[in-house]
């Protein structure tokens, strides 16, 4: 977390700033994969889920947040909830990225 958040900073990216976080979760059945992507769409993230292009035993869970400051205290609690979240579904939380140039499509 800390080393994407450095990389906005060289970008120019500050605290106040708004992005959407793009998320990634794994998980090994279709049910938990469901059972987390309805929890994300509680949340408004958009979301997807499915089996994983390389792994057919591992399913994904990915999407977007909403916009949220990129100040760390706010990445860092939110990244806390993700993991807490991952746990309560058996998910696992494998992170997540953002991109500086978004538009309201991601």
């Avoid at 979301?47 to 994904?60: C, E, Q, R, T, W």
Wanted: hydrophobic share 30%; glycine share 4%; proline share 1%.
């Amino acid at each position: 977390m800390t080393q994407t958040l450095n990389r906005l900073r060289k970008l120019q990216i500050t605290d106040d700033e708004e992005l959407k976080l793009e998320y990634f979760f794994y998980t090994n059945t279709q049910n938990k994969a469901a059972q987390l992507a309805a929890e994300m769409e509680k949340l408004h993230y958009t979301v997807k889920h499915g089996v994983s292009a390389g792994d057919k035993n591992l399913f994904i869970v990915t999407g977007w947040t909403t916009r949220m400051k990129m100040s760390d205290e706010i990445v860092r609690k939110w990244t806390n909830k993700m993991c807490e979240t991952g746990y309560i579904f058996d998910c696992e939380f494998d992170g997540w990225e953002t991109n500086p140039d978004q538009d309201d499509s991601e």
